[in-house]
C-alpha cells in the first residue's frame, strides 16, 4: 500500500467517514479533496469523468484506479488486515453486515439524518408517512444489532472489523436522525467500544 491515497470527501458525511477512519487505524497516507454536493460538484462534468455515478466518497489509489462505494474500499483497504478476518465464515459475515448497512440501516438511519440535520430545508417536503417509515425501517435495523450486541463486542467473531466501522458510521449519529439509542443497550456500550480503540477519529477529524 505504498503511495498516497486521495479521497474525494464531504466531511459531514458517513459513507465518507468509513473510509477516513479506517485509513487513519491502519496509518495510511491520504490526500482529502472536498467536494460540496451543495453546490452540485458531484454533478459536474469533471466530477463525474471520475466517478460517472456522481457520487462521494471516491478513493484514487496510487497507481491512478479508482474505487468507488464506501464499504468497496473497506474491504479493499482492510484486506490482509485485522480488520477483515481470516476465516471464510467470518469473512462472509462481515459481507453480510455491510450489505445490510446499505440495505436496511442507511436507506432509513442515514436518509432521516439528512433530512434533518445536512439539508433541513428538505424536511417540510416530508409527509408525516415517510418519516414514520424511516423511524419504523430504522428501528428495525437498530433492533437487529441490538440482537447481536446485547451478548456480544463486536458484529463479527471476537474482533472490531470492518463490519463494525461500516455500521458506527451513522449509528452514532443516528440521534441527528432523530432516533432514540436509549432503548438499545447493547448498541449503546458496543459504540463505547469503537470510540475508545487506539487510532480512532471522529466524524470531523481531518488529516
Not at 498516497?4 to 464531504?10: A, D, G, K, N
Not at 437487529?144 to 463486536?154: C, T
Not at 471476537?158 to 461500516?166: F, K, M, P, Q
Request: neutral net charge; aromatic residues 12%; contains cysteine.
Amino acid at each position: 500500500m505504498a503511495g498516497t491515497y486521495t479521497l474525494y470527501s464531504m466531511q459531514s458525511s458517513g459513507n465518507c467517514y468509513k473510509p477516513r477512519l479506517l485509513m487513519h487505524l491502519l496509518g495510511i497516507d491520504f490526500r482529502l479533496v472536498d467536494v460540496d454536493t451543495f453546490s452540485g460538484e458531484t454533478r459536474r462534468a469533471e466530477y463525474m469523468a471520475l466517478n460517472p455515478n456522481g457520487r462521494v466518497p471516491l478513493l484514487v489509489l496510487p497507481d491512478g484506479r479508482r474505487l468507488s462505494e464506501s464499504n468497496a474500499m473497506l474491504l479493499y483497504l482492510g484486506e490482509q488486515t485485522r480488520y477483515v478476518p481470516n476465516d471464510r465464515y467470518e469473512r462472509a459475515l462481515c459481507h453480510q453486515w455491510l450489505f445490510f448497512e446499505q440495505y436496511e440501516h442507511e436507506p432509513t438511519i442515514a436518509v432521516a439524518r439528512s433530512w434533518l440535520k445536512i439539508y433541513p430545508s428538505r424536511i417540510g417536503k416530508a409527509t408525516p408517512e415517510q418519516i414514520a417509515a424511516w423511524q419504523k425501517g430504522g428501528n428495525h435495523a437498530l433492533g437487529v444489532m441490538e440482537k447481536r450486541l446485547a451478548g456480544n463486542d463486536w458484529l463479527v467473531g471476537a474482533n472490531y472489523t470492518v463490519a463494525d466501522i461500516a455500521l458506527y458510521a451513522y449509528t452514532h449519529v443516528a440521534g441527528e436522525g432523530g432516533f432514540d439509542l436509549g432503548p438499545y443497550p447493547g448498541i449503546g456500550a458496543w459504540l463505547a467500544r469503537v470510540a475508545s480503540q487506539p487510532g480512532h477519529v471522529a466524524l470531523d477529524w481531518r488529516p
